[in-house]
């Protein structure tokens, strides 16, 4: 028997997902709906995130911090299960998948992969618990898209180091215990790990923000912070390690994007079916269905691209170009969706009271960080042509 | 502690839940199907008692093949193994027979101190089943619990009903049953989730349980559905002019519904 239509899974992908697939996603679902979407709306009002060290911790109860990594404490789930998690939790809001995404494929990854093993076993257990929380400082002020030129130095001393310069739009920033901070030195650029505290470390929070309210972003201020040698991540040699761990967590934003998009999918839907005008509900309008018959198209085309990319990282063969791929696609789709799915609501597209023109600016932010539109086209152009057109 | 729990599986009360025309049991189809929320607080009570004393916690539920969802998920909250009672025979089987077969399958878990189970599911909402567990065990029943403690042997339960509360006590072995008020279920964490598949799930037939077919199911039923019919649309509901003596009225509506 083919089963019957589901407007909430059209292409009915979840007869791709295992038991223990869906476990998960429902899992992250319940969370979200009990403990954020409650109060969500109006944390992105006052641009704030209360409480983010309780939900550090009641997220790392469930297991989601840093859940695709092994040993240490975390899930040690797949790429799939960790995508199902981003999706869900960017279904609610893209600050708080941020959230996750910096903890565990930024700041947990780099320890993970690049870090000593005392390193390791010193902030992992607690940081996929959700007692200690992590940032990742790559940005500066005057370089973004071309983070190899940037200027944050770290210079030996004895056995110590010392590291100068700033960071900027650091997300998790001022509720970090440990940052993750990269910094030119004599043999290129290095990481290391710096804890809240040191002297002449402070992570001023950023104001005035627009999009991703709900989220931590601050600055970092290194002033001659002074370092032990084995605060520097050993594994971790030249650009291509910040850019490995961004990879990381742009594979969670090829399916974080999804959520959000579906949010507003399901919420115009709803509407359109509810709002009468001429004395029609919206749906009943041609150009109303059109509309939501777009974004249908767009938002679980692009849960088919992110399952596909998920099962192809499962299996070890997944090229960075097609993470790009996948971002560069997934996101422009997700706020195309929003977009439309404002105009659908009306003036009510533009309240709080609805999580459209939420999810919309936020995604403002998702378009802009882990690698502009523009960056991630011109890596498909080069993955393309063979020529590189990042500079000159 | 060993504790047993009792588990089942519902149709979502956020679904809409039917009866089927032809013999008036449960549409499992109409509905999506959920692990019974009484039940998950059960469960969730089993754990912590587990994790304060020790022991081992054994789901038990009987339904149809759906019903391993229900148990996969009481295993990924933490609980360490399930007796799954399957049968096409069981289809229709009223409180009685379902106490029958239960209380066989609790049989065949070994060492049991304590059996929890849910107060009334939130489909047939009989609420009769543990305590008719209880008396095929002979075993002390405490129902209504929104609090457990244990003192050595002796089980302590705070029994919340329309009248009151009482304080009942009785030793172990005892059979439980718990009101919504008695924790908040924890979510599954993921370990939980991706360790339940490897965790042992012993599916039995009523044959198995050394039951006759003929005894269980819609045929043998103590009780049966004659007709059923959807609930009426609600009505306008009751208005009350305030003429200075509205509050009163509200107030006697109130003690009239036994309400307050
Ligand atoms: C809310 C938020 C949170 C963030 N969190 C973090 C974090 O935790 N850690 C971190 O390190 N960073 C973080 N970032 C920073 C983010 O990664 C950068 O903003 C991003 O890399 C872009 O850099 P930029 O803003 O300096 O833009 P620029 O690099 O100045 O780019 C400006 C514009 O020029 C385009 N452009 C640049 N170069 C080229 C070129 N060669 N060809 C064509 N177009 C080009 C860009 O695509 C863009 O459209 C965050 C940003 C935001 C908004």
Known sequence: MTPRFDPHDPLDLDSQLSAEEIAIRDTVRAF????????????????????????????????????????????????????????????????????????????????????????????????????????????????????????????????????????????????????????????????????????????????????????????????????????????????????????????????????????????????????????????????????????????????????????????????????????????????????????????????????????????????????????????????????PAFRG | MNIVVLVKQVPDTWSERKLTDADHTLDREAADAVLDEINERAVEEALRIKEAQGGEVTVVSMGPDRATDAIRKALSMGADKAVHVSDEALHGSDAVQTARVLAKAIGTVEGYDLILAGNEATDGRAGAVPAMIAELLGLPQLTQARKVSFDGSTVTVERETEEGLTTVQASLPAVVSVTEKINEPRYPSFKGIMAAKKKPVNTVTVADLGIDAGEVGLAGALTTVLEAAPKPPRTAGERVEDDGTGGTKIAEYLVGQKLI
């Open chain 1, 32 to 387: 979200c709906a009990d403990r954020i979407t409650p109060h969500i709306g109006e944390w992105f009002e006052r641009g704030e995130l209360p409480t983010a060290r309780e939900l550090a911790k009641e997220m790392g109860r469930l297991g989601l911090l840093g859940m695709h990594l092994e040993g240490y404490g975390c899930a040690g789930a797949s790429a799939v299960h960790y995508g199902l998690a981003c999706l869900e939790l960017e279904a609610c809001d893209s600050g708080i998948r941020s959230l996750v995404s910096v903890q565990g494929s930024l700041a947990m990854f780099a320890i993970w992969r690049f870090g000593s093993e005392e390193q390791k076993r010193r902030w992992l257990p607690g940081m996929a618990a959700g007692d200690t929380i992590g940032c990742f400082g790559l940005t500066e002020p005057d370089h973004g898209s071309d983070p190899g030129s940037m200027r944050t130095s770290a210079r030996r001393d004895g056995d110590d180091w010392v590291l100068n310069g700033r960071k900027m739009w650091i997300t998790n920033g001022s509720i970090a215990d440990v940052a993750v901070v990269w910094a030119r030195t004599d043999d290129g650029i290095r990481g290391f790990l710096v804890p809240a505290g040191t002297p002449g470390f402070a992570a001023p929070l950023m104001h005035r923000k627009l999009s991703l309210r709900a989220s931590v972003t601050s600055e970092l201020v290194l002033d001659d912070v002074r370092l032990p040698a084995d605060a520097m991540l050993p594994e971790a040699t030249g650009l291509g390690a910040p850019l490995r761990c961004l990879n990381e967590a742009r594979y969670g934003i090829v399916w974080g994007s999804v959520g959000a998009g579906r949010t507003a999918l399901e919420t115009a839907l709803e509407y359109a079916g509810s709002r009468r005008q001429f004395d029609r509900p919206l749906a009943a309008f041609q150009l109303t269905q059109a509309k939501l018959a777009d974004m249908t198209l767009r938002v679980h085309n692009a849960s088919l691209l992110a399952l596909h990319l998920g099962r192809l990282k499962d299996a070890g063969r997944l090229r960075p170009e097609q993470v790009s791929y996948g971002k560069l696609n997934n996101v422009r789709e997700a706020l195309d969706v929003c977009r439309t799915a404002r105009t659908i609501l009306g003036a009510n597209g533009i309240s709080l009271e609805y999580p459209v023109i939420r999810h919309m600016t936020n995604l403002e932010s998702v378009l802009t960080y882990e690698g502009t539109v523009e960056m991630h086209t011109l890596v498909l152009g080069q993955a393309l042509t063979g020529i």
